[in-house]
Antibody, heavy 121, light 110 residues
Framework: EVKLLESGGGLVQPGGSLKLSCAAS????????LTWVRQPPGKGLEWVSG????????YYADSVKGRFTVSRDDLTQTLYLQMNSLRAEDTAIYYC??????????????WGRGTLVTVSS | QSVLTQPPSASVTPGQSVTISCSGT????????VNWYQQFPGAAPKLLIY???QRPSGVPDRFSASKSGASATLAISGLQSEDEADYYC???????????FGGGTKVTVL
């Protein structure tokens, strides 16, 4: 059974940092692209960042480029999102999602339950 | 402002059908596959349709989708109360070099 479990969310002040984790199980980790998608309260989905299966291709939304860093650890089967210089507009539920295949272009076949990040003073 | 444009809402009576449009450009829908996601309140999104018109295992055939040019359409037939949810279209954008989502359509069953 595929499982994606996000953690690391919480309340942080503007300008602060947080590191999100997504623990994966139930599939061959390095065969699939992994993605972060966020959803501000009461709003729609926004793609944030993605890593190809090999980890050699990393992509970022313009809104987070230079502030967020995505990485994946094949040994621990974990996807990370290091978030620096956080802003109020980064407040959202952050979902980890598994692609249907190796590339970041792949449809998001399975989603975790999400972790809430709140940026506020 | 979402890259892909969807109507914000649609209301349908039980048993009727509804179509949801998703409008893009030649950089995304016009040249790349479209995927659709379903999201119930308080839950994570779920892949409903992928590669323009393919249903993952377990998705009822009441859900179908099509694409023409730079526009895509999701159709739900025989609407049931349990279909009340938000529906999002998504595609890859060759100009932005990243995936893009529509703003979502809230389907209400009257």
């Amino acid at each position: 059974e595929v499982k994606l479990l996000e953690s690391g969310g919480g309340l942080v002040q503007p300008g602060g940092s947080l590191k999100l984790s997504c623990a994966a199980s139930g599939f061959t980790f390095n065969d699939f692209a992994l993605t972060w998608v966020r959803q501000p309260p009461g709003k729609g989905l926004e793609w944030v960042s993605g890593a190809s299966a090999s980890g050699s291709s990393l992509y970022y939304a313009d809104s987070v480029k230079g502030r967020f860093t995505v990485s994946r650890d094949d040994l621990t089967q974990t996807l990370y999102l290091q978030m620096n210089s956080l802003r109020a507009e980064d407040t959202a539920i952050y979902y980890c999602a598994k692609g249907l295949s190796r590339g970041v272009i792949a449809p998001l076949h399975f989603w975790g339950r999400g972790t809430l990040v709140t940026v506020s003073s | 402002q979402s890259v892909l444009t969807q109507p914000p809402s649609a209301s349908v009576t039980p048993g009727q059908s509804v179509t949801i449009s998703c409008s893009g450009t030649s950089f995304n829908i016009g040249s790349k596959s479209v995927n659709w996601y379903q999201q119930f309140p308080g839950a994570a999104p779920k892949l409903l349709i992928y590669n323009d018109n393919q249903r993952p295992s377990g998705v009822p055939d009441r859900f179908s989708a099509s694409k023409s040019g730079a526009s895509a359409t999701l159709a739900i037939s025989g609407l049931q109360s349990e279909d009340e949810a938000d529906y999002y279209c998504a595609s890859w954008d060759d100009h932005l070099h990243r995936p893009v989502f529509g703003g979502g359509t809230k389907v209400t069953v009257l």
